[in-house]
């Protein structure tokens, strides 16, 4: 399964129909738009089910948005711009100086290496997924 494409994946899986997948293909090779963003826009999967796939897929932790809660602490060790052009949240801090930090891109290793030189944290990537973030920093403009 790490080596097979997300859409094979969803197919096989019965998550989605070969239709589906070729329509979310042409929009994916028009737009450049990531499969599983266009998947979740058309309402053929849920974010979770993208999530928990590319986890497996990418050997990476998946945090959901849809109900995250991070401290005002946390969320201010990141610029908003930054992280808005980076696709990136912090999502916690653990005491022996570890940031989670969600990534759209969680193989990004320039993102990792400027996250890191910012705050002397070391960077751990967890995956999230672009429209989750989109609706967070959504809720935390409403919430400003």
Not at 71 to 77: F, G, H, Q, S, T
Request: glycine share 8%.
């Amino acid at each position: 399964e790490n080596s097979e494409p997300l859409g094979q994946i969803l197919l096989r899986k019965g998550v989605i129909t070969e239709t589906q997948l070729q329509e979310g293909l042409e929009r994916h090779f028009e737009t450049g738009e990531r499969l599983g963003e266009i998947l979740i826009s058309f309402g053929w999967v849920r974010p979770d089910e993208i999530g928990r796939i590319l986890s497996r897929k990418l050997g990476i932790p998946y945090t959901s948005l849809t109900q995250y809660r991070p401290a005002v602490a946390v969320l201010e060790i990141l610029d908003e711009r930054f992280m808005r052009s980076n696709l990136i949240i912090p999502l916690e801090v653990s005491g022996d100086k570890l940031l989670y930090l969600g990534m759209v891109d969680p193989h990004n290793q320039k993102v990792i290496r400027d996250v890191e030189e910012m705050t002397h944290l070391t960077v751990k990537p967890c995956l999230i997924l672009e429209e989750e973030l989109g609706d967070f920093f959504k809720r935390l403009t409403v919430a400003d």
